[in-house]
């Protein structure tokens, strides 16, 4: 069964770092695209970042140059680096599955989510 | 960058009655749009993939159809659990951008 469980999320100062992390079951991490998608409260949903199956990462431009995705395939892990927060980086942190083998532009599979606040 | 646009923004039915959800986009995405369901406090769940297949364990009353840049989500005969807000989402081919529109909140008249 493919489970995907969030971790780290907490409150941090404005300017901040936090790294959330997605432990994998069911599957390994490192042969499929993966992706962090974010939800501000009461909002809707924002995708964040993309790491391909050979190492490439894509970044939405609200994060760019301070947010960094990784893999540890050793842990069948994904990791967010989050430096230089702002109060609007503050949500749900999804981590999220793109299906091999298909047209890979879409997310089969979803963690629960871990919060993070941004406030002084 | 495509944009999508969803409407209605909120849609009032009935157990029983048909919901008929739109998602347009900026420009045309051929048949890559996807459609998700979410609930208070839940992760989202995807309902349909690459416009109009289901994915595992959706129910038949849940349908996508379109391409280009008009799509539809369509809900025969809402069950109760289906009152919930829904997003399509599309990916542009480069750069990967994923991107998901405003949602419509289906709940109950």
């Known amino acids: 069964e493919v489970q995907l469980v969030e971790s780290g999320g907490t409150l941090v100062q404005p300017g901040g770092s936090l790294k959330l992390s997605c432990a994998a079951s069911?599957?390994?991490?490192?042969?499929?695209?993966m992706s962090w998608v974010r939800q501000a409260p009461g909002k809707g949903l924002e995708w964040v970042s993309l790491i391909y199956i050979a190492g490439s990462t894509y970044y939405a431009d609200s994060v760019k140059g301070r947010f960094t995705i990784s893999r540890d395939s050793s842990k069948n892990t994904l990791s967010l680096q989050m430096n230089s927060l702002r109060a609007e980086d503050s949500g749900v942190y999804y981590c999220?599955?793109?299906?091999?083998?298909?047209?890979?532009?879409?997310?089969?599979?979803w963690g629960q989510g871990t919060l993070v606040t941004v406030s002084s | 960058e495509i944009v999508l646009t969803q409407s209605p923004a909120t849609l009032s039915l009935s157990p029983g009655e048909r919901a008929s959800l739109s998602c347009r986009a900026s420009?045309?995405?051929?048949?890559?749009l996807a459609w998700y369901q979410q609930k208070p406090g839940q992760a989202p769940r995807l309902l349909i993939y690459d416009a109009s297949n289901r994915a595992t364990g959706i129910p038949a009353r849940f349908s996508g159809s379109g391409s280009g840049t008009d799509f539809t989500l369509t809900i025969s005969s809402l069950e109760p659990e289906d009152f919930a807000v829904y997003y399509c989402q599309q990916r542009s081919v480069w750069p990967p951008v994923f991107t998901f529109g405003p949602g419509t909140k289906v709940h109950i008249k």
């Open positions: 420009q045309s995405v051929s048949n890559y």
């Open positions: 999220a599955r793109v299906p091999q083998d298909t047209t890979m532009v879409y997310f089969d599979y």
């Open positions: 069911g599957f390994t991490v490192s042969n499929n695209y």
